[in-house]
């Protein structure tokens, strides 16, 4: 029998001399290896070692990082998140992140589910300078410093204060460190039809895909841990488990192990992981088989090492042969604790089991690992000592997925748990996730009358006091909660949590649980890393027909959306000078470029687009810009007209696809008798700028290309270089231009031909950044860059584009009230000289109330100058206002008119 403490000691539980050894040596006496037994997933002729820290541990074969940890002693496996608690194996399941390691220099590894390897190098988090001696833990002490709330109420003032201590912050909470190199492995993505999808590799998941198999269905099978079983595996009924898995195999079932469903999307897409692997599966059917999980309740000391749940002790004894302690005590919240106790007895520990309707746990004893524990009932409170506290079958359905799948998850007050209310009709439910796990013996209390932390997350280390302090600063709705406090929002995700920390939410808001809710269960559900979600998606990289030439040329290219567009081929400035002064060349075929006919051409585009089309005539072109429902501007281009029911369109390069989509998609709702083909791969365009471009253009076609014969905005087709063309007298960057389309194949010999023909006017070619400095001039915008989601034409000042007279277009709406913008865009100059980067604060007051979006050196200007938003109210000409970047200030400029040529008499020449 433990020892029992009638009344207050001088100490809380006696220091026994193998304590204090162990203390000494950062391990915890009770942990050692048992004998070989039948159910074990060891391999002993196979010794494997591995480096802790700096210290050699011994293991087996079919050991994980954390069984090793435990079969040697250690007992913490790391600090926590804020606190520098210690903290020690709790689940064993993967299912809290007591247990995140560095392992090869890979950070937040799961050290419970990770398979030993000789020669593995395994780092605990989070202190400073050793996990065992962690002098950041005097954080512990300091609690009251680290409110509900941190991050919005301290170091915010004075203002220079958090950039100062943010990046401290940041070095001293913790969740492991990024490694300083890439560490490459090879990630792929998988794509899978089946007609059953089943989530979970219990004894319920392996029965419903043996059957599903049988009956002649493609079934998946995905299990998170890296063995099939789940609960079954580590009990004394373990043999079935391997039955099961032989009938399941036989079956022809495709089994992924180690590889959780880390969330549910929209059309029935599942999305599974693995270390080096996605799942992307679209089933038939889902079974959902992801059983339970056991929780922690909320009491004192709750995040001690040595407070395990019942599953992860019976891993232990029966996986892997560890006795995690030999003076337990098991809270037998359900009757499978009972089988728990048994098989610690058999491994000789000393069993206390307490039954949790006559005595609920206050506190737990101990400052490195759990020591004892204080229960309270109707005859007052007693004392046990122990070295493992063993929560058992305190368990909730991890019910997360079928939310995520568009069911409905409540708490059913009636049996005190989570409660599937409603499911999609193809999901289907089997096992603990149904609520068929025996009922708990009555719901522990919301938390403890003791002192000392009690913890409601433990991943966040948020405690009882903070959570009574967010409900007190009126935080008092579930979601609001979480947010504030994070309770929930850390790697585990609620899995280790969740129903602790809503009974404390109800209680502590005095309602019941129900009505409290719970909060949005959202992907991923398992932490996955960047790395495996960015698995086989590779970068789409698209070349124009004339790429060849811009590399022969020794351009520097840069991404524009999927393209590799030439940034420069010389100086910008000395290409902004070509432009401006003789003729310039820019490749343009990344252009969507579109053509739309049929006897209601007209009428879709008088739909798609706020401007007139009905009235453009034959051969004539304007600029339009496509809006969304709401008024916001999607993208933009030109719209010409070739034949009285033919229309040529262009879009933005990163908007073509968008685009189409939209186009086709309107097309088809509203029923109208038009065609729309996209031509982008098909043709090659190329901008022919400056003031010398007619006599290059000219040189290379018959056409008439005078301003009497082909003036601004008007279009010619014909002959251009031997090849057929259309000519658009078009201007982004604000000079005499015309834009040549004509097909692919002919790229680079229309290319060559205008270098040619231009070669004697002093013809340069020009790239991106140069037509960026050159449009910006113009004050022409570019959707997306000067335009974000809420931009309008009324803000970015194109309101002229807007014909309220007309019936209806996509977004007028929405644009009824010309005065509603709040904000405007427009030009300004920049009186130091300098350039403010784009992204930038214009602020008042030192408070942010614009941004600016585009900003470059100008020639023309020799100043900074630029586009920004602003204040509705300060755009006039002259007002000047504050900018602020890196540690600086300058003083900007409204400039309402085009910075180059504002009367557009170059453009039309
Ligand atoms: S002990 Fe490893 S995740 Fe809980």
């Given at each position: 029998m433990p020892a029992m403490v009638p009344g207050p000691t001088r100490y809380p539980v006696q220091p026994d001399r193998r304590n204090l050894l162990a203390r000494a040596a950062g391990c915890t006496p009770g942990m050692r290896r048992l004998p070989r037994d039948p159910s074990e997933s060891l391999d002993r002729s196979r010794a494997v070692t591995i480096v802790l820290d700096d210290r050699r541990l011994q293991a087996f074969a079919g050991d994980t990082v954390g069984s090793a940890m435990a079969v040697n002693g250690v007992a913490i496996t790391g600090r926590s998140f804020k606190y520098h608690r210690p903290r020690g194996l709790r689940c064993m399941t993967g299912a809290c992140s007591n247990c995140l390691v560095t392992v090869d220099g890979v950070p937040n590894v799961r050290a419970c589910l990770t398979p030993v390897r000789d020669g593995m190098s395994v780092h605990r988090q989070n202190a400073w300078p050793s996990v065992d001696h962690d002098l950041l833990s005097i954080f512990n002490r300091f609690a009251f410093a680290l409110p509900a709330g941190f991050y919005y109420k301290t170091f915010h003032r004075p203002r220079f204060l958090w950039p100062l201590v943010e990046p401290l912050i940041r070095r001293m909470a913790g969740?492991?460190?990024?490694?300083?190199?890439?560490?490459?492995?090879?990630?792929?993505?998988?794509?899978?039809?089946?007609?059953?999808?089943?989530?979970?590799?219990?004894?319920?998941?392996?029965?419903?895909?043996?059957?599903?198999?049988?009956?002649?269905?493609?079934?998946?099978?995905?299990?998170?841990?890296?063995?099939?079983?789940?609960?079954?595996?580590?009990?004394?009924?373990?043999?079935?488990?391997?039955?099961?898995?032989?009938?399941?195999?036989?079956?022809?079932?495709?089994?992924?192990?180690?590889?959780?469903?880390?969330?549910?999307?929209?059309?029935?897409?599942?999305?599974?992981?693995?270390?080096?692997?996605?799942?992307?599966?679209?089933?038939?059917?889902?079974?959902?088989?992801?059983?339970?999980?056991?929780?922690?309740?909320?009491?004192?000391?709750?995040?001690?090492?040595?407070?395990?749940?019942?599953?992860?002790?019976?891993?232990?004894?029966?996986?892997?042969?560890?006795?995690?302690?030999?003076?337990?005590?098991?809270?037998?919240?359900?009757?499978?604790?009972?089988?728990?106790?048994a098989a610690?007895?058999?491994?000789?520990?000393e069993v206390t089991i307490i039954d949790p309707a006559t005595e609920v746990i206050e506190s737990a004893v101990g400052r490195r690992w759990v020591q004892g524990v204080e229960l309270r009932s109707p005859r007052g409170v007693r004392r046990l000592s122990c070295d493992l506290l063993v929560i058992g079958g305190l368990s909730v359905p991890a019910a997360s997925l079928i939310s995520q799948m568009g069911g409905q998850v409540a708490f059913d007050e009636r049996r005190q748990t989570l409660s599937a209310a409603g499911l999609p009709d193809h999901v289907r439910l089997t096992g603990d996730v149904n609520g068929s796990s025996p009922a708990a013996a009555g719901p522990p209390p919301a938390y403890s009358p003791a002192g000392g932390k009690q913890f409601a997350c433990v991943c966040m280390d948020v405690t009882k006091t903070e959570m009574e302090q967010a409900v007190i600063e009126g935080f008092d709705d579930i979601e609001l909660l979480k947010r504030y406090t994070t309770f929930s929002m850390g790697p585990c995700q609620g899995k280790a949590c969740l129903i602790g920390s809503v009974r404390l939410a109800a209680a502590l808001t005095r309602r019941a649980v129900a009505p409290t809710g719970t909060p949005t269960n959202r992907p991923p559900w398992t932490p996955v890393s960047l790395e495996v979600l960015a698995a086989g998606s590779p970068t789409p990289r698209k070349e124009t027909a004339i790429h060849d030439r811009h590399a022969d040329a020794g351009a520097e290219f840069m991404w524009a959306g999927d393209w590799r567009r030439p940034h420069h081929y010389q100086d910008p400035r000395e290409e902004c000078r070509a432009v401006r002064e003789r003729v310039g060349l820019i490749d343009v075929s990344s252009l969507g470029k579109f053509r739309i006919k049929g006897p209601q051409a007209v009428a879709l585009l008088e739909r798609l687009y706020p401007s007139r089309v009905g009235d453009l005539k034959i051969g004539r072109i304007r600029y339009a810009a496509m809006l969304n429902d709401q008024g916001v501007i999607l993208d933009d281009g030109i719209i010409c007209r070739l034949e009285p029911d033919e229309f040529f369109v262009t879009t933005t390069t990163g908007g073509t696809a968008g685009m189409e989509q939209w186009m086709r998609w309107w097309l088809a709702d509203w029923g109208l008798d038009a065609q729309l083909l996209n031509m982008s791969g098909g043709y090659a365009a190329i901008n022919v700028a400056g003031p010398r471009s007619r006599e290059v253009v000219q040189r290379l076609t018959d056409l008439d290309m005078s301003a009497a014969a082909l003036p601004y905005l008007a279009a010619a087709r014909g002959l251009m270089a031997g090849v057929p063309a259309l000519i658009l007298r078009i201007g982004f960057v604000g000079e005499l231009s015309y834009e040549i389309h004509l097909p692919s194949a002919f790229g680079e010999h229309a290319w060559d031909a205008i270098m040619e023909a231009g070669?004697?006017?002093?013809?340069?070619?020009?790239?991106?950044?140069?037509?960026?400095?050159?449009?910006?001039?113009?004050?022409?915008?570019?959707?997306?860059?000067?335009?974000?989601?809420?931009?309008?034409?009324?803000?970015?000042?194109?309101?002229?584009?807007?014909?309220l007279e007309k019936p209806d277009f996509l977004g007028r709406a929405s644009l009824t009230d010309p005065d509603r913008e709040t904000e405007r865009l427009c030009g300004f100059t920049v009186e130091s000289g300098d350039v403010p980067p784009e992204g930038a604060s214009i602020v008042e007051d030192s408070r942010p109330v614009g941004r600016?979006?585009?900003?470059?050196?100008?020639?023309?200007?020799?100043?900074?100058?630029?586009?920004?938003?602003?204040?509705?109210?300060?755009?006039?000409?002259?007002?000047?206002?504050?900018?602020?970047?890196?540690?600086?200030?300058?003083t900007g400029k409204v400039h309402l008119a085009p910075f180059y040529d504002p009367d557009g008499t170059r453009l039309r020449s």
């Amino acid at each position: 029998m433990p020892a029992m403490v009638p009344g207050p000691t001088r100490y809380p539980v006696q220091p026994d001399r193998r304590n204090l050894l162990a203390r000494a040596a950062g391990c915890t006496p009770g942990m050692r290896r048992l004998p070989r037994d039948p159910s074990e997933s060891l391999d002993r002729s196979r010794a494997v070692t591995i480096v802790l820290d700096d210290r050699r541990l011994q293991a087996f074969a079919g050991d994980t990082v954390g069984s090793a940890m435990a079969v040697n002693g250690v007992a913490i496996t790391g600090r926590s998140f804020k606190y520098h608690r210690p903290r020690g194996l709790r689940c064993m399941t993967g299912a809290c992140s007591n247990c995140l390691v560095t392992v090869d220099g890979v950070p937040n590894v799961r050290a419970c589910l990770t398979p030993v390897r000789d020669g593995m190098s395994v780092h605990r988090q989070n202190a400073w300078p050793s996990v065992d001696h962690d002098l950041l833990s005097i954080f512990n002490r300091f609690a009251f410093a680290l409110p509900a709330g941190f991050y919005y109420k301290t170091f915010h003032r004075p203002r220079f204060l958090w950039p100062l201590v943010e990046p401290l912050i940041r070095r001293m909470a913790g969740l492991g460190r990024l490694p300083d190199r890439v560490i490459a492995q090879a990630t792929d993505k998988v794509h899978l039809h089946s007609d059953v999808l089943v989530i979970g590799g219990g004894r319920a998941g392996l029965s419903a895909a043996a059957q599903s198999a049988r009956a002649g269905k493609r079934t998946v099978l995905l299990e998170a841990r890296p063995e099939l079983g789940g609960r079954t595996r580590s009990s004394p009924a373990f043999s079935t488990t391997a039955q099961l898995t032989a009938e399941t195999e036989a079956a022809g079932v495709q089994v992924f192990l180690g590889t959780p469903a880390i969330g549910g999307f929209e059309g029935g897409l599942i999305v599974a992981a693995s270390e080096d692997r996605l799942l992307h599966i679209r089933p038939t059917e889902v079974i959902v088989a992801t059983g339970s999980m056991e929780q922690v309740p909320v009491f004192a000391n709750n995040d001690l090492p040595g407070i395990m749940t019942g599953e992860a002790v019976d891993r232990l004894l029966h996986l892997y042969r560890v006795l995690p302690g030999d003076r337990a005590v098991v809270i037998r919240y359900a009757p499978r604790a009972g089988e728990t106790a048994a098989a610690l007895t058999a491994a000789g520990a000393e069993v206390t089991i307490i039954d949790p309707a006559t005595e609920v746990i206050e506190s737990a004893v101990g400052r490195r690992w759990v020591q004892g524990v204080e229960l309270r009932s109707p005859r007052g409170v007693r004392r046990l000592s122990c070295d493992l506290l063993v929560i058992g079958g305190l368990s909730v359905p991890a019910a997360s997925l079928i939310s995520q799948m568009g069911g409905q998850v409540a708490f059913d007050e009636r049996r005190q748990t989570l409660s599937a209310a409603g499911l999609p009709d193809h999901v289907r439910l089997t096992g603990d996730v149904n609520g068929s796990s025996p009922a708990a013996a009555g719901p522990p209390p919301a938390y403890s009358p003791a002192g000392g932390k009690q913890f409601a997350c433990v991943c966040m280390d948020v405690t009882k006091t903070e959570m009574e302090q967010a409900v007190i600063e009126g935080f008092d709705d579930i979601e609001l909660l979480k947010r504030y406090t994070t309770f929930s929002m850390g790697p585990c995700q609620g899995k280790a949590c969740l129903i602790g920390s809503v009974r404390l939410a109800a209680a502590l808001t005095r309602r019941a649980v129900a009505p409290t809710g719970t909060p949005t269960n959202r992907p991923p559900w398992t932490p996955v890393s960047l790395e495996v979600l960015a698995a086989g998606s590779p970068t789409p990289r698209k070349e124009t027909a004339i790429h060849d030439r811009h590399a022969d040329a020794g351009a520097e290219f840069m991404w524009a959306g999927d393209w590799r567009r030439p940034h420069h081929y010389q100086d910008p400035r000395e290409e902004c000078r070509a432009v401006r002064e003789r003729v310039g060349l820019i490749d343009v075929s990344s252009l969507g470029k579109f053509r739309i006919k049929g006897p209601q051409a007209v009428a879709l585009l008088e739909r798609l687009y706020p401007s007139r089309v009905g009235d453009l005539k034959i051969g004539r072109i304007r600029y339009a810009a496509m809006l969304n429902d709401q008024g916001v501007i999607l993208d933009d281009g030109i719209i010409c007209r070739l034949e009285p029911d033919e229309f040529f369109v262009t879009t933005t390069t990163g908007g073509t696809a968008g685009m189409e989509q939209w186009m086709r998609w309107w097309l088809a709702d509203w029923g109208l008798d038009a065609q729309l083909l996209n031509m982008s791969g098909g043709y090659a365009a190329i901008n022919v700028a400056g003031p010398r471009s007619r006599e290059v253009v000219q040189r290379l076609t018959d056409l008439d290309m005078s301003a009497a014969a082909l003036p601004y905005l008007a279009a010619a087709r014909g002959l251009m270089a031997g090849v057929p063309a259309l000519i658009l007298r078009i201007g982004f960057v604000g000079e005499l231009s015309y834009e040549i389309h004509l097909p692919s194949a002919f790229g680079e010999h229309a290319w060559d031909a205008i270098m040619e023909a231009g070669r004697g006017l002093g013809i340069a070619a020009f790239g991106l950044e140069t037509q960026r400095v050159l449009r910006l001039e113009k004050q022409h915008i570019i959707v997306g860059q000067d335009t974000d989601a809420l931009s309008t034409p009324y803000g970015a000042g194109l309101n002229w584009l807007v014909k309220l007279e007309k019936p209806d277009f996509l977004g007028r709406a929405s644009l009824t009230d010309p005065d509603r913008e709040t904000e405007r865009l427009c030009g300004f100059t920049v009186e130091s000289g300098d350039v403010p980067p784009e992204g930038a604060s214009i602020v008042e007051d030192s408070r942010p109330v614009g941004r600016v979006c585009s900003s470059r050196w100008s020639g023309v200007q020799q100043g900074g100058i630029g586009m920004a938003w602003l204040p509705r109210s300060w755009v006039k000409d002259g007002r000047v206002f504050e900018i602020a970047f890196d540690t600086r200030r300058s003083t900007g400029k409204v400039h309402l008119a085009p910075f180059y040529d504002p009367d557009g008499t170059r453009l039309r020449s």
